[in-house]
Nanobody
Framework: QVQLVESGGDSVQAGGSLRLSCTASGYLWRLCIGWFRQPPGKEREELAT????????DYADSVKGRFTISQDNAKNTVHLQMNSLSPEDTAMYYCGARRFCTFPLMVRDVDVWGQGTQVTVSS
């Protein structure tokens, strides 16, 4: 079983940056980890995926060039660096994981979710 814990959410001004972290524990072999977000009143959407075996990454078009997903294998942690934030990025951000990776990781394919971390961007 895999457990995920997110951190790093905060309130920032438009144009600012944040780095979110997702620390995984448990059975971590052949794991896809993704970052997702859910704005108020909207459905959860995919942002980025990383495959822990080879570091392959994938991004949603809406965040390409602004967000970067990376992993720190020594710490079993996946980061999401978010730059040039706008109020439209305000949401609860979640990491999700799936063993025996499906790439990119979609909301419907996630086996386990973290508890979420709130990001609020003000204009």
């Amino acid at each position: 079983q895999v457990q995920l814990v997110e951190s790093g959410g905060d309130s920032v001004q438009a144009g600012g940056s944040l780095r979110l972290s997702c620390t995984a524990s448990g059975y971590l072999w052949r794991l896809c980890i993704g970052w997702f977000r859910q704005p108020p009143g909207k459905e959860r959407e995919e942002l980025a995926t990383i495959y822990n075996e080879n570091g392959a990454t994938d991004y949603a078009d809406s965040v390409k060039g602004r967000f970067t997903i990376s992993q720190d294998n020594a710490k079993n942690t996946v980061h999401l660096q978010m730059n040039s934030l706008s109020p439209e990025d305000t949401a609860m951000y979640y990491c999700g994981a799936r063993r025996f990776c499906t790439f990119p990781l979609m909301v419907r394919d996630v086996d386990v979710w973290g508890q979420g971390t709130q990001v609020t961007v003000s204009s």
